[in-house]
């Protein structure tokens, strides 16, 4: 499954966030399975979700060693100990733990981003500028590229 597209959200006094409804409909149990999985994200200032099977893809795609480097050793061991199941309720909200709020950095106002194959929370301020840089972005590459021809 392919995620796509952003929506604005609050993390409310709770620490409940509503996955919505647009992701929650094209979830399959059998495919992607009941749960997702937060994880710390790059930036260091985010949070991903993974579809439970879709966790799973990602650590079998890296072979299991005996005797790991040192750095794929300490990588796995603070990605896999931070990773936290979480099961949603009845509608569709999933709480966040209050430590990884915090690591995190995130703030009660969010932005939910589909990032191919997980979903991303980020802080909407934050995400605001950067895409509003990314526009700018294109449109200069747009002109730049208009007046080469």
Same mark, same amino acid.
């Given at each position: 499954?392919?995620?796509?597209?952003?929506?604005?959200?609050?993390?409310?006094?709770?620490?409940?966030?509503?996955? +919505?409804? &647009?992701? /929650?409909? *094209?979830?399959?149990?059998?495919?992607?399975?009941?749960?997702?999985? $937060?994880? @710390?994200?790059?930036?260091?200032?985010?949070?991903?979700?993974?579809?439970?099977?879709?966790?799973?893809?990602?650590?079998?795609?890296?072979?299991?060693?005996?005797? +790991?480097? &040192?750095? /794929?050793? *300490?990588?796995?061991?603070?990605?896999?100990?931070?990773?936290?199941? $979480?099961? @949603?309720?009845?509608?569709?909200?999933?709480?966040?733990?209050?430590?990884?709020?915090?690591?995190?950095?995130?703030?009660?106002?969010?932005?939910?981003?589909?990032?191919?194959?997980?979903?991303?929370? *980020?802080?909407?301020?934050?995400?605001?500028?950067?895409?509003?840089?990314?526009?700018?972005?294109?449109?200069?590459?747009?002109?730049?590229?208009?007046?080469?021809?």
């Amino acid at each position: 499954m392919v995620f796509t597209g952003y929506y604005e959200h609050s993390i409310d006094e709770k620490n409940r966030l509503a996955i +919505p409804a &647009k992701f /929650r409909s *094209r979830l399959d149990a059998e495919r992607d399975g009941r749960c997702f999985v $937060l994880v @710390p994200g790059q930036p260091e200032n985010t949070l991903w979700i993974y579809t439970e099977r879709g966790f799973e893809k990602i650590a079998e795609r890296t072979e299991p060693t005996f005797t +790991p480097s &040192k750095d /794929r050793l *300490r990588w796995e061991q603070m990605f896999y100990s931070s990773a936290e199941t $979480l099961e @949603p309720d009845t509608q569709g909200r999933i709480v966040i733990p209050p430590r990884m709020l915090s690591r995190a950095g995130l703030g009660r106002e969010v932005v939910i981003c589909g990032v191919r194959d997980h979903l991303e929370i *980020r802080r909407r301020d934050e995400f605001d500028r950067e895409l509003e840089g990314y526009w700018s972005d294109l449109r200069r590459q747009q002109s730049s590229g208009a007046s080469e021809s």
